[in-house]
């Protein structure tokens, strides 16, 4: 086995095992963040294809946020 081929293994084996507890982590901040006043009272539509049929509908423009902070 090569040097690389052996660091690229180490080095994946060490990510592996904390993959589902990062997105446990994840998944448990995005329900925290989703629970908090200022979201409920915003009305925010959280579906992007619900969001787009809604704005068609009223002939609005439709506001887009993307992030990967709480992406599970």
């Given at each position: ?9 180490c ?6 095992g904390?993959f589902?507890d990062?997105q ?9 963040k ?39």
């Amino acid at each position: 086995m090569t040097p690389t081929l052996l660091l690229t293994a180490c080095l994946l084996s060490l990510t592996a095992g904390s993959f589902d507890d990062d997105q446990a982590k994840l998944s448990a901040n995005l329900k925290e963040k989703l629970a908090k006043a200022f979201i409920k009272k915003g009305s925010w539509e959280l579906d992007y294809d619900r969001a787009k049929a809604k704005a068609t509908g009223e002939n609005k423009l439709l506001f887009v946020y993307f992030t990967r902070t709480f992406a599970p």
